[in-house]
Antibody
């Protein structure tokens, strides 16, 4: 069964740090780019970061650039998100999602075809 | 960064057809994907590359696009289709980034 399982969330004080993990199984992890997407309580989805299959390409949303670091360990089938300088607005469920790039007519789209169940990060004093 | 705009809420009578729209400049350049999210669950991809259904998604779900607007159509809505729906595409200001719409809550009456 294709599966992603996040862990590492919790309650953190403003300014604190946290490392989220995502364990992949049921597919060849090293063949896929991966993403982190977050969802604040009662709000919509927000894309956070992407890492290519061999870590050659890494991108961040403007909201987290400079504070978040995405990494992966293909030998361990694992994806990570290191979060620093946490703010109240970082409070959210954090999902990892597998990236499948589809192209047609020289135009491409990144579909997130497998998602984990999410891990909750709460930033509060 | 680009923005994708969705109606916050839409309703449909059981068995009828509903269209959920997503507007944004990035849709003139990049294809849309659509996700369904039920309460307490992770999102589920229902349409990719504008009009393709992943395996296991019922054929009552379809996608289309025109100009700066992408649409998700549910033909013969079922009670289990009640959920939040999100569109996404690459960001036209930086195509390495991804942007989501604000989501549409679909109520099946």
């Amino acid at each position: 069964e294709v599966q992603l399982v996040e862990s590492g969330g919790g309650l953190v004080k403003p300014g604190g740090s946290l490392r989220l993990s995502c364990a992949a199984s049921g597919f060849t992890f090293s063949n896929y780019g991966m993403n982190w997407v977050r969802q604040a309580p009662g709000k919509g989805l927000e894309w956070v970061s992407y890492i290519s299959s061999r870590s050659s390409y890494i991108y961040y949303s403007d909201a987290v650039k400079g504070r978040f670091t995405i990494t992966r360990d293909n030998a361990k089938n694992s994806l990570y998100l290191q979060i620093h300088s946490l703010r109240a607005e970082d409070t959210a469920v954090y999902y990892c999602a597998r990236d499948e790039t589809y192209c047609r007519n020289m135009n491409c789209s990144d579909a997130f075809d497998v998602w984990g169940h999410g891990t909750m990060v709460t930033v509060s004093s | 960064s680009s923005e994708l705009t969705q109606d916050p809420a839409v309703s449909v009578a059981l068995g009828q057809t509903v269209r959920i729209t997503c507007q944004g400049d990035s849709l003139r350049s990049y294809y849309a994907n659509w996700y369904q999210q039920k309460p307490g669950q992770a999102p589920l991809l229902v349409i990719y590359l504008e009009n393709n259904r992943p395996s296991g998604i019922p054929d009552r779900f379809s996608g289309s696009s025109s100009g700066n607007t992408a649409s998700l159509t549910i033909t013969g809505a079922q009670a289990e289709d009640e959920a939040d729906y999100y569109c996404s595409s690459r960001d036209s200001s930086d195509d390495h980034l991804v942007v989501f719409g604000g989501g549409t809550k679909l109520t099946v009456l």
